[in-house]
């Protein structure tokens, strides 16, 4: 594994007419990471995959795709990665088994063997023509496509929006393995769970930009977490404490957000009040989300 | 038919500049075409003198039809521009209608509306009413326009409902095509192939004098109505309800049917891809090998029937030694066979030209169908995805028209007795055409590298190609307008000189087309959903 990020794009902008896509977007991508691209929709995730992998040309701004330029090296570059889009479109004609043929030939090769394995992990039948699948369907015939081929990056956009319960299952035990093998991976996902569930790094982006990017445990160390205690007594001066947000009393209990640096003082009111009983809850990726939201509009 | 009030509305709306121009079209052929009439033939002899030539050229009733009444200016521009306006409106309505049903199901946009508080018939119904009112558009302004030009109200009349008439057999046709096939594609195919046969049809009996034949024709029936020589009115009968029934078929089909589906059940296919679909080319072999064979199989046909037709050309004149005599000075009545099959040359040509738009613009189909971008987020350069569509849209061109030149020799071949020489005579003669053809694919390549959302354009240039090469002489209009057109450069084959200079230059500039295109694809964005 080389030191060298597998993506790194800094200040990237993309304008479609009037309309600004991107605006300064940041994202790192170190290599060997699941790295989740969180974000509503329309945030830009979808462009920023399009210009990685050189179908749009970037407006300004730098972007870098496994040490090379994605519109310049683009053929070079799609032998060592593969794709998965959000909304996954099927020749009519061609069976499913051929498209995957198809596609993984023309990006070098791929391995029959996985190919039948994860046909059968994900319950696919290839034999039905492009028209016949569902949008889950279709939606697994790219990934059988991405996944049975051997590449050194997935770039997955919203891969399992199609996708029942179980098939998501069996997705993330494909995910989980891949990096197992080494490779690097960015999801682009508006489902938290599974972003939570797999991605060692995240890069939440809104309206074009990156407004925060870490590790889920330095994410959430900027947030808050929340608090119910059964108490002896009512203590003073909660509601004044600063970083305490959102304080309900109902009789001796208490329940209240507090930022993650103020924790210790919350919790030094509430032993002095006599605890009974306490839970603590860190904040789900869903309260990070929709606090960022939140706060910006 | 809940909601088809709603979906009229929408379809007005896409196609508040498409329906306009075709309609202009339509009309403005006739309408430019009686003015150009009136001024090139004012004096009653010289019409007649004129009418003798067209019943003496049997070629030229084939292209365009019996002349019924050659006194007036009425009946002369009834016989010049009913079938050039009939095909074009069959031609639109069939576009039209596959454009709102078919291909809206096919994208899935048809289930959005399905869902909604929409009638089961509410999407073809809003098809048909919007191509049906299309052709009564037309119909009431051909009266009018030809009105204008102080021809009788009555054989204005006779001559919109005509060509509205037939543009509203082709409306039930279309619609029929639309129920049973799946893909729009092969509804406008099915349609036009309809289109093909009846013009046909129309042609072989015009040209040999068999009249049944014509009879079998929408487009003989736009004839018989015989507007400014005597109107028929009952004829406007069959055209009206021959129309109706077929949208009567339609609904019927539709009821039997699943939305999204045609009325053949989806088979399977292999698991594994055959070892040699591994290449953008192998793929657009694949995707467009089913076109270029239909096209190969109505291009023999066609070849064929008209070849058959040459030698009677030449027999009906051979029958009357005064007209013999007068033709002997000019080449004899093999100079009159030469014209009619240099004649349906340049048909096939103008022909070959929709080929080899159709297989270019395939390009931008299947990037706005969002089947491009897996194949370029691969390891396939942009250039070489283009190219190999491009290679197939070109070769297939001379395919296509190899076809129909190498049956129409064997049909005239086996009528005079010399096959292997009228073979090639023909093949050679069906090649002249391809340089024009190729133009026409440039264009279509050029639109589709630098205005993707104006490729629409290619195929106006084709019809206004045919236009200028059918009208352009007649409307007088000046040389260097009729030499806009590719297809004006093209030498008369076979009988005439051919010199390899024009051909030349038209693959130069085709193949700089074509490159421009390829080279501003390379830059540009590629298309999303």
């Not at chain 2, 004129?50 to 019924?68: C, D, N």
């Not at chain 2, 508080?117 to 009112?133: E, F, K, L, M, S």
């Not at chain 2, 399977?268 to 090998?289: E, F, H, I, T």
């Not at chain 2, 390549?445 to 352009?472: D, N, Y």
Request: glycine fraction near 12%; hydrophobic fraction near 50%.
């Amino acid at each position: 594994m080389s030191g060298n990020p597998a993506i790194l794009i800094s200040g990237l902008t993309k304008t479609f007419g009037r309309v600004r896509a991107l605006d300064g977007l940041d994202l790192t991508v170190e290599a060997g990471e699941v790295h989740g691209f969180l974000g509503p929709n329309g945030a830009g995730k979808t462009t920023t995959l399009r210009i990685l992998l050189g179908l749009l040309r970037a407006g300004s701004g730098h972007a870098e795709l496994l040490g090379g330029h994605p519109w310049r090296d683009a053929v070079e570059l799609h032998r060592r990665l593969a794709y998965v889009p959000g909304d996954v479109v099927l020749w009519p004609t061609l069976s499913g088994g051929e498209a995957i043929d198809l596609l993984g030939r023309l990006r070098g090769g791929l391995d029959q063997r996985r190919k039948k394995a994860l046909l059968e992990l994900f319950d696919l039948d290839p034999t039905k023509k492009g028209r016949a699948y569902s949008k889950g369907n279709r939606q697994k015939v790219a990934l059988v496509a991405a996944l049975a081929s051997d590449v050194e990056l997935l770039l997955l956009d919203e891969p399992t929006a199609g996708l029942d319960p179980l098939m998501e299952a069996a997705f993330r035990e494909c995910v989980t393995e891949e990096r197992g093998n080494g490779r690097t991976v960015l999801l682009s996902s508006h489902i938290l769970s599974e972003v939570e569930a797999l991605c060692d790094r995240v890069t939440i982006v809104r309206d074009g930009r990156a407004v925060e990017s870490g590790t889920l445990a330095q994410l959430r160390h900027l947030t808050r977490s929340s608090i119910t205690a059964e108490l002896d007594r009512i203590p003073d001066g909660l509601a004044e404490l600063a970083g305490v947000h959102e304080l309900a009393i109902s009789g001796s209990r208490v329940r209240f957000e507090v930022e993650a640096d103020r924790l210790g003082g919350a919790l030094r009111l509430l032993t002095d009040a006599g605890v009974r009983g306490l839970t603590c809850q860190p904040p789900t990726l869903e309260e990070l989300f929709l606090r960022h939201y939140q706060s910006a509009s | 038919m809940t909601g088809t009030f709603a979906l009229v509305r929408l379809a007005l709306r896409r196609d508040r500049l498409l329906l306009p121009v075709w309609i202009m079209v339509i009309t403005g052929a006739i309408a430019g075409t009686a003015s150009a009439i009136g001024e090139l033939y004012p004096g009653m002899e010289q019409r007649l003198a004129l009418g003798v030539t067209i019943g003496s050229t049997p070629a030229l009733q084939a292209l365009t039809g019996p002349v019924f009444d050659a006194t007036s200016v009425g009946g002369l521009t009834a016989w010049r521009a009913t079938t050039l306006a009939t095909a074009l409106a069959g031609l639109m309505s069939i576009m039209v209608v596959t454009r709102h049903t078919r291909a809206e199901e096919e994208t899935g946009r048809a289930e959005l509306i399905g869902a909604c508080a929409v009638g089961r018939h509410a999407i073809p119904a809003a098809a048909v009413i919007v191509a049906g009112g299309a052709n009564l558009l037309i119909a009431l302004l051909l009266t009018v326009a030809l009105t204008g030009q102080g021809l009788p109200g009555s054989g204005a009349l006779a001559s919109g409902l005509a060509v509205g008439g037939t543009g509203w057999v082709f409306t039930g046709i279309a619609v029929v095509a639309a129920q049973v096939t799946e893909h729009a594609r092969t509804a406008n195919g099915l349609a036009i192939s309809v289109l093909g046969l009846a013009y046909l049809l129309r042609a072989s009996g015009d040209a040999a004098g068999v009249e049944t034949l014509s009879w079998l024709s929408p487009l003989g029936w736009a004839q018989g109505v015989r507007a400014f020589a005597g109107e028929r009115w009952w004829v406007v009968g069959p055209l009206a309800l021959t129309g109706l029934i077929l949208v009567g078929l339609a609904a019927l089909l539709a009821r039997r049917r699943d939305v999204g589906t045609g009325l053949l059940p989806p088979r399977l296919g292999p698991s594994d891809a055959a070892p040699n679909l591994a290449s953008a080319l192998a793929l657009a072999w694949r995707l467009q090998r089913g076109g270029l064979l239909g096209w190969m199989i109505g291009f023999a046909i066609g070849g064929a029937m008209l070849g058959s037709l040459a030698q009677s050309v030449g027999d009906i004149v051979n029958d009357n030694p005064q007209l013999a005599a007068i033709l002997e000075r000019i080449g004899g009545a093999g100079a009159l066979v030469d014209t009619f099959l240099a004649a349906v040359m340049g048909l096939l040509g103008l022909a070959v030209g929709g080929f080899a738009v159709q297989a270019t613009l395939r390009l931008q189909g299947e990037e706005a169908g969002v089947r491009a971008e897996p194949v370029l987020a691969a390891a396939v350069p942009r250039w070489r995805w283009t190219l190999s569509h491009l290679v197939i849209a070109l070769g297939g061109t001379a395919i296509v028209i190899t076809a129909g030149g190498l049956t129409a020799g064997l049909a005239h071949g086996v009528r005079t007795g010399e096959v292997g020489e009228q073979v090639i005579r023909l093949l050679g003669a069906a090649w002249v055409q391809v340089p024009a053809a190729w133009v026409s694919a440039g264009i279509a390549m050029l639109l589709f590298g630098l205005l993707p959302r104006l490729t629409a354009l290619a195929w106006a240039a084709l019809v206004a190609f045919a236009l200028l090469g059918q009208l352009g002489e007649l409307l007088q209009l000046d040389d260097w307008i009729r030499s806009l057109s590719p297809f004006a450069h093209l030498p008369q084959a076979p009988g005439g000189e051919v010199s390899a200079t024009p051909l030349l230059w038209l693959t130069a500039i085709a193949m700089a087309l074509a490159l421009a295109g390829v080279a501003a694809f390379q830059r540009r964005d590629l298309a999303g959903n």
